[in-house]
C-alpha cells in the first residue's frame, strides 16, 4: 500500500535504470549495480545516479514548501480543543450510568427467573423421589401384608399339600419385590429409604457396641427359621422328596449373604475401624467366627465354594484393614520396647523373673505377639517377622550396654534404681572412687552404667537364652491353626537368635571380669606401701596379714553372696576365677617389684655399711634382731597365704588362677631367706 502512494518523481528519459527499482521489496544494491554494469560503465552509472539525486532533491524541497503551510497553523488548530472534549464528557458519562443501570435491572430480572425455574425443577425433582419413596412403602407394605396373611397353619398347609399355591404367593411376593428393588435403585441415598430395608437388615443389622455376637446369633437363627421354605423351593437343604426344586439357585449364596455383607457394610461402618486395635480383634474374630458357622449351614461342600468365591465374600473380608492393625500394634509394643531400652536402665516391676525392665519388656513384648488378646491367623508371618525383630533389637542393646563406661560412683544411682524387694543387693561390685574406664573420647560421649546393672544384663542375658525355646512351644498351636507345619525352619531361626544373642556373653563378662579385678587391684597394690611402714619404724615383727587383703577381696564375695539368688553358679565361677588371674597377675608383678626393691636397698645398706665399718648404719630393729627388710618379706608372705586361704574359702582352686603359684612360690622364697636370716 505504502509503496503505491509514493511515486518518485520522473528522470530523464537516457537513464541507465529505471527509478521503480529503489521500490521494490527486494531491492539489492549489489545486484542492481551488477544489472546497470551489463548495460553501460561504471563512470556513465555514477552520473545518472548523481543526476537523479539531484532531481529527488529538488522533489523534496518542493513538497516541504508546499505543505509548509499546515504544518505551521496544526497547533492553532487544535486550540479549543480541550474545552470542546470536556463538553462532551458529562453527557457520555450520564448515559454511560443509564446503560449500566438498565443492564443490572435486566440481569436481576434474569437472575429472579433462573431463580424460579430451579426452585420449580427442584420441587419436580422432590416430588418424583416423593412418589418413589412413596411406591417404596406400598410394596413394602404390600410384600409384608402377604407374608403376615399366611398363618403357621396355612403356611403348614401349604408346605404339606399345595406347592402349587406355595409357588404363587413365591411369584406375587417376587413381584412386589422386583417393584420395590427398581424404586429403591431410583431413589438411592434418600435417608427415607434406610427405615424401609427389607427385613433382614431392618431387624438383625443394627449398631450394638457390645453385641456383636448376639447379633451374629440372630442372623445365623434367621436362616433357618425365616428361610426355610426358600432354601427348599432352591434346592439348598431338601427336606422331602415331594418338594419341587428350582435348579441353578443358591438362595443363601446369592441372596442372604450378599444382603448380610450389604447390610453390615452399610449399617455398621465402624465395624472394620481399626483404630482402637482391641476393639478391632475383638469384632474381627468375633465375624470370622459368624462366618464359619454360616458356611455350616449352606447345603454342600460345592455351596461353599461359590460362597468363598462370590464377590461379597471378598469384599467382606478386604474390609478389614490388616495391615493398618498391625501397624498399630507394632507401634505399642515398639515404643513400649524402645522407652525400656534407654539409658537409665531401670528396674523390671516387681514379681517380674528379670532385673530390668528392658529384658522384661522384651519377653512381655513376645508374649504379646503370640497372645490370643493380639495373634490373627492371616498375620501370622508379620507376627513372627516381629519377634525376630524383637530378639535382634535386645541384642544390639546388649552389644551397646557392653561397651558403655562404669560408673565410679553408681552405688546411689543403684539404689534409685531398685525396687523394695532388692535395695538390700544394691551394692556396687567395685568400692573404688577411680576405675579407670571411660577415659577415652569415645567412652565419654556414652551413656555410663553401673556394676550391678552390668551384672543385671549379664543375668538377664542367661535367663531370656534358656526361654527362647518356650517360644516354639508358645507359637506351635497358633502356626498349627494355619497349616504350617515347616517348624524346622522355625527351630533355625529361634537358633540363629540364640546364636546371636549368645556372641554378647564374651564382651559382657570381659566387662565385668575387668571390673571386678580393677576393684580388687585398687588395694592390692596397696602392697607398694609396706616398706614404708616397716623401714626405721621399728615395728614388731609381723604376724597377720594386712588390712588391704580383705579388703581387695570383697568384691568378690560381693558378687559370691548377693548375686546368688540371680545368678548361676558356674557363672560366678567363670567371673571370679578370670577377674582373680587377672588381679592376681598384678599382684604378682607388684610383689616382685617390692621384692627387688628391697633387696636393692638391703645390698646397698651393706656396701655402705662395709665403706664406714661402723654400727650405726646396722638395719637390725630393736625388737628382737629382724632387720626392716625381712620384715616387709615376711608381711608379703603373709598378705599372699591370706590371700591364697580366702581364694579357697569360696570354692575356688588356686591351680584355676593363673600367676598366683608364681606368686606362692615369690613370697615363700623371700619368707625361707628371712627365716635363715633370723636363725
Known sequence: MEARKMNLPRGPENLCFDKDEFMKPDFDVDHFVSECRKRVQLEELREDLELY??????????????DYADFVNLSTNLVGMDKALNQLSVPLGQLREEVMSLRSCVSEGIQAIDDRLSKQEDIRKKKVCVLRLIHVIQSVEKIEKILHSQGTNELSTLEGNSPLLTGQVLERIATEFNQLQFHAVQSKGMPLL??????????????????????YNKLLEFVPHHCRLLREVTGGAISSEKADIVPGYDFLV???????????????PSLFNPGNPDVFHEKYTTSMDFVRKFERQCGSQASVRRLRSHPSYHSFNNKWNLPVYFQIRFREIAGALEAALSDSLEEAPEGSSYCLLATHMVWMSLLKCWSDQMFLPLLAHRLWKLSLQILSRYSVFINEVSVRPISSDNTKESKKLMPAGRKESSVNLSSNED?????????????????????YVAA???????????????????????????????????????????????????RIIQDLSESSFTYLKSALEIPRLYRRTNKEVPTKASSYVDSALKPFY???????NILKQPMIHQWLEGALSESTQKYYETVSDVLSSVKKMEESLKRLKQARRTAALNPVGTNGGMSDDDKIRLQLALDVEYFGEQIRKMGLETNNIKSFSALTELVLTAKDQATAEQS
Open 558 to 564: 560381693r558378687l559370691q553372696n548377693e548375686y546368688r
Open 53 to 66: 539525486y539531484k532531481l529527488l532533491k529538488t522533489a523534496m524541497v518542493e513538497l516541504i514548501n508546499k
Open 460 to 510: 538377664d542375658l542367661d535367663k531370656l537364652q534358656e526361654k527362647i525355646p518356650d517360644i516354639l512351644e508358645m507359637i506351635k498351636p497358633k502356626l498349627e491353626m494355619i497349616g504350617f507345619k515347616n517348624l524346622s525352619c522355625i527351630e533355625g531361626a529361634l537358633e540363629d537368635s540364640k546364636t546371636s544373642l549368645s556372641a554378647c556373653i564374651p564382651t559382657l563378662n570381659n
Open 435 to 455: 576405675q579407670g574406664n571411660g577415659s577415652s573420647p569415645e567412652s565419654q560421649s556414652l551413656p555410663s552404667i553401673s556394676s550391678t546393672q552390668l551384672v
Open 194 to 215: 434406610d427405615k424401609v430395608r427389607p427385613v433382614i437388615v431392618e431387624q438383625y443389622v443394627q449398631a450394638h457396641p457390645n453385641g456383636l455376637q448376639a447379633m
Open 254 to 268: 446369592n441372596s442372604v449373604w450378599p444382603e448380610i455383607v450389604r447390610g453390615l457394610e452399610e449399617k455398621l
